[in-house]
């Protein structure tokens, strides 16, 4: 069995230690990143207008003049925010997509005024670069642009995680009441709260009735009903009456503070990745510098150094050429086609940097119900306490568990269907994740759930459950213990051998599930894993997964219900198997919505084919944009000057190029 991997007291202190050293290593952001997404946004639509007057012009032939004019507005109204970002970029030691255009920008348009204006006598390849130079300023902006908007929507998404939070509470003084902010509020302190407003705090009811929304803790859309020393949550709803609850964790602990500020972390984890086109300027740029002055080089030592000037003109054209336009596509065209190719296989990725995750991660946890396993249970055995309790027992059960959703929920219900057992009205039922469910039925009160929540709850339950390898289900109606059900469960076709696929990539697989000992031991050696542990909490999972991580491990969470929210949150990557209609969709990394397990396969796959497309899209941009530079200079040596279309025309189609390629990512083998 799994043993946890650190105590909680040195696992803060490991985790301590990295947020230190990771404050001494901060890693470089592009100053791009942090322009707001609107000063990319009206400077791209203007350097479209300036792009087309540039094209009319120099289709029609008019004036050198006017273009130049033209161009200059290009460079100083839309591409200064680029020269701006780049030059902070490499004063800050650091090369990146915007210090790589820049350069060729100021190159492209230093090549053309000479040119234009024959300011020095030289050999230029082609008439002039204008049009090439503010189509790559046009591109660049329309990327740095879509870059910013991602993290801008991160931010607004972590503001408004801050409307959930309760901002005010009534605190009982004596027999007056005092209006606080609910961050105010200590343990122990007594709060009413009226119907319509929000909990300050995580507490227990002390006096009075009611039902209360708890969708945003539980993902369960019925309220719950709460009565007398029931607990209550920071943030839910109260729906129906009065309450006076005691404080037992103020909201800085309470558990809505901690799925928040898990999801914060996700987010930030989700934006602060850098783009990988600045990753490729770092050795795009350098290499581009030393072949140009390396050709410069080499035609002074062959016509001599009297003819600098002449051979200048070879040299700005080289520099401008060397940024592709072709380049602002390379990683984008093949990210859209990744996202649609995975689509097809039933898979949605939500953060592509989370394949990186998942390919280089070390330990890999797995829920079991409904992730490892198929997810749909069937009931296997029904063991009442006494035969005339058998129906009561199953009616009991499905009226608890008819409005829940997850597998066990619909193993019950369509048992129910299939003996004709017609649940009754439930008026407010309450889910505990891990537990069970506590359901109001007329004037019953239903328990239904796990061997210890039973126990907890003071019902003496039949000794020989611990026997069942199933899944138990225990069933109380009004404090009486009726009985249980069994459910059996089956792996996900594929299991066994996605766990063999990750054991041979040196994985370690741990199995993690709210099930009894038995169940989660037989399911675990049917799919070859030794590592596992039972009776988990929601809360417990997400402590495993913190103390892992703060001893350095890069941990994948593999999931299936809102109550694995937070280890999910907690990990380096987080999948989903779902049904896409759960409330967290939009705070998970991937979302599988297959019925079997070569989802796993698929994720490696498309990494490694992704990153693969990408090298060769760069690879295929620098490399033709080269030979276009190439045979433009070799023309111009046995003739004149080539029309500047051939340097728009030929960058066109290397973007062409580098979308064909691009769309191999729709095929995933």
């Not at 410069?296 to 150094?305: E, T």
């Not at 990744?338 to 280089?360: C, F, V």
């Not at 009754?424 to 929540?453: C, D, H, M, R, Y």
Request: charged content about 20%.
């Amino acid at each position: 069995m799994f043993r946890f991997p650190l105590p909680v007291e040195r696992a803060a202190t490991a985790h301590k230690m990295m947020n230190f050293f990771s404050s001494i290593s901060v890693p470089f952001t592009p100053a791009a990143l942090s322009v707001p997404s609107k000063d990319f946004t009206y400077r791209f639509f203007l350097s479209v207008c300036l792009l087309g007057l540039v094209l009319c012009s120099q289709l029609l032939h008019h004036s050198a003049l006017g273009i130049f004019i033209l161009a200059v507005m290009d460079l100083l109204f839309c591409a200064d925010i680029l020269i701006r970002c780049g030059v902070k970029d490499i004063f800050h030691g650091r090369c990146s997509f915007s210090a790589l255009v820049s350069v060729s920008i100021l190159c492209g348009l230093l090549y053309s005024a000479i040119s234009s204006f024959e300011l020095v006598r030289w050999r230029g390849p082609v008439t002039d670069l204008y049009a090439y130079a503010m189509l790559l300023i046009t591109l660049a902006l329309w990327i740095e642009r879509r870059l910013s908007k991602e993290k801008e929507k991160t931010h607004v998404f972590i503001k408004k995680l801050d409307d959930f939070l309760p901002k005010s509470a009534r605190l009982c003084v004596g027999r007056d009441f005092r209006k606080v902010f609910a961050r105010e509020l200590h343990k122990g302190d007594l709060i009413l709260v009226k119907p319509g407003e929000r909990l300050a705090a995580d507490g227990i009811i002390r006096k009075g009735k009611t039902s209360v929304d708890e969708q945003l803790i539980t993902g369960n859309m019925m309220p719950t009903a709460k009565r007398l020393d029931n607990r209550v949550y920071a943030g839910t709803l109260n729906k129906s009456d009065n309450i006076y609850v005691e404080i037992t964790e103020p909201l800085e602990n309470s558990a809505l503070m901690g799925i928040i500020s898990a999801i914060k972390n996700g987010e930030r984890n989700r934006s602060g990745a850098r783009s990988l086109l600045d990753g490729y300027a770092a050795w795009i740029l350098p290499f581009m510098g030393i072949c140009a002055c390396l050709l410069y080089s080499g035609l002074l030592v062959r016509y001599g150094f009297t003819h600098w000037a002449t051979y200048l003109g070879v040299f700005l054209f080289v520099m401008a050429l060397f940024c592709p336009a072709a380049l602002s596509f390379a990683v984008v065209f093949p990210s859209f086609f990744a996202r649609r190719g995975a689509a097809r296989l039933k898979i949605k990725i939500q953060n592509l940097h989370a394949l990186e995750k998942i390919h280089n991660a070390q330990t890999f946890f797995f829920d079991k119900t409904g992730t490892l396993t198929y997810g749909e249970l069937r009931v296997s055995g029904v063991y009442p306490v006494s035969e005339t309790a058998r129906t009561p027992l199953v009616e009991a059960i499905c009226t608890a568990e008819q409005l829940v959703d997850g597998p066990f929920a619909d193993a019950v219900n369509t048992y129910a269907k299939e003996h004709k057992i017609k649940p009754k009205k439930v008026l407010a039922f309450e889910v505990l994740p891990g537990l069970g469910v506590q359901a109001t039925s007329q004037k019953n009160q239903i328990l239904a759930g796990s061997i210890p929540w039973m126990n907890e709850q003071g019902i003496t339950v039949s000794q020989q459950i611990t026997q069942q390898c199933e899944a138990v289900i225990c069933v109380a109606v009004n404090g009486t213990y009726l009985g249980y059900i069994t459910l059996a469960d089956e792996l996900r076709p594929g299991a066994a051998d996605m766990v063999q696929f990750l054991k041979d990539r040196q994985k370690e697989i741990i199995l993690v599930s709210g099930d009894n000992e038995s169940s989660v031991s037989a399911m675990a050696k049917e799919a070859g894993i030794e590592k596992y542990n039972f009776f988990v909490l929601p809360k417990t999972k997400a402590e495993i997964v913190s103390n892992l991580r703060g001893l350095g491990q890069q941990i994948v969470m593999v999931g299936d219900g809102f109550n694995d929210i937070i280890a999910l949150l907690q990990a380096d990557a987080g999948l989903v198997f779902s049904s896409g209609r759960n409330v967290y969709n939009n705070w998970v990394d991937i979302i599988i919505k297959r019925r079997d397990s070569k989802a796993v396969y698929y994720l490696f796959a498309i990494h490694t084919k992704l990153q693969r497309i990408i090298r060769q899209n760069v690879v295929l941009s620098v490399l033709l944009s080269a030979v276009l530079a190439a045979g433009l200079v070799w023309k111009s040596s046995q003739a004149q000057a080539s029309s500047w279309q051939w340097a728009v025309g030929g960058a066109l189609g290397a973007v062409v190029v580098v979308w064909l390629n691009s769309t191999r990512m729709l095929r995933i083998k």
